[in-house]
C-alpha cells in the first residue's frame, strides 16, 4: 500500500511557462517532505523540503506547497526550462523518528523548447 | 570531493552469482543506506545504518546482507543472484536526524541478472 503517491508519471510543459508536480500521502504521521530530482543515469539529488509548520518553502524558480488537510504537497517550478527535464521524486517522513522517508514512484517532467 | 562512490556502475550476473557492491562517502556522515529503484517502482529502502556499527532492514531486504565496514562504507551482498533482483541500486548518506537538506546518493549500480 502506497503511503506516498504521485499519481502522474509523466508531465508534459512548454518552456517558460510553470510545472506543477502533484503529490499525495496517506500517512498523518508524516510531517517532513521532500522533493528529488533525478537525471538519467545519475542518482536523485536534494531539491527543496518543507516542515509540517509551514505551507509554503521557496527556493529561487521552485516553490513546494503543503496543504496538511488535503494531505497533499505540490511542487511549482516557474518558470520551466529544457534543464528542468528529469524525473521528480516527492518523499515524506517522520521527524524524530530515523527520518527515512518514504519515496513516490516518480513524476517524468518533459519542458520542451 | 566526491561525495558517495559507487562501484561497480554496471554488472551482468548469471543466476545464484554473488557478488557485493561498494559504497564510499566522503562528507563525514553518519547515516547510510541502500535503496533500489525499478521502473514504476520509485526507490525502495533495502538496508541503512544509522551509524556506524548498525544496520537495520528496510521495505525489500530478502535477498541482500550488508556491512557497515566504517563510517565511510557500506556495502551491499547478494549472496545468490536471481532475475527479481535485476534493478538499479543507489547508496545514499546522510547526517543522522538530520532531514533538512535530504540525502546524497551516488550515481548507482545498473544490476543485471539473467
Known amino acids: 500500500d502506497q503511503q506516498v503517491k504521485q499519481n502522474s508519471p509523466s508531465l508534459s510543459v512548454q518552456e517558460g511557462r510553470i510545472s506543477i508536480l502533484n503529490c499525495d500521502y496517506t500517512?498523518?504521521?508524516?510531517?517532513?517532505f521532500l522533493w528529488y530530482k533525478k537525471y538519467p543515469a545519475e542518482g536523485p539529488t536534494f531539491l527543496i523540503s518543507i516542515s509540517s509548520i509551514k505551507d509554503k518553502n521557496e527556493d529561487g524558480r521552485f516553490t513546494v506547497f503543503l496543504n496538511k488537510s488535503a494531505k497533499h504537497l505540490s511542487l511549482h517550478i516557474v518558470p520551466s526550462q529544457p534543464g528542468d527535464s528529469a524525473v521528480y521524486f516527492c518523499a515524506a517522513s517522520v521527524a524524530g523518528g530515523s527520518y527515512i522517508p518514504t519515496f513516490g514512484r516518480g513524476t517524468s517532467l518533459i519542458v520542451h523548447p | 570531493n566526491a561525495g558517495v562512490t559507487q562501484t561497480p556502475k554496471f554488472q551482468v550476473l548469471k543466476t545464484g552469482q554473488s557478488m557485493t557492491l561498494q559504497c564510499a562517502q566522503d562528507m563525514n556522515h553518519n547515516s547510510m543506506y541502500w535503496y533500489r529503484q525499478d521502473p514504476g517502482m520509485g526507490l525502495r529502502l533495502i538496508y541503512y545504518s544509522a551509524s556506524e556499527g548498525t544496520t537495520d532492514k528496510g521495505e525489500v531486504p530478502n535477498g541482500y546482507n550488508v556491512s557497515r565496514l566504517n563510517k565511510r562504507e557500506f556495502s551491499l551482498r547478494l549472496e545468490s543472484a536471481a532475475p527479481s533482483q535485476t534493478s538499479v541500486y543507489f547508496c545514499?548518506?546522510?547526517?543522522?536526524?538530520?532531514?533538512?537538506?535530504?540525502?546524497?546518493f551516488g550515481s548507482g549500480t545498473r544490476l543485471t541478472v539473467v
Open positions: 500517512n498523518s504521521m508524516f510531517d517532513y
Open positions: 545514499a548518506s546522510s547526517e543522522s536526524g538530520v532531514a533538512n537538506y535530504g540525502y546524497t
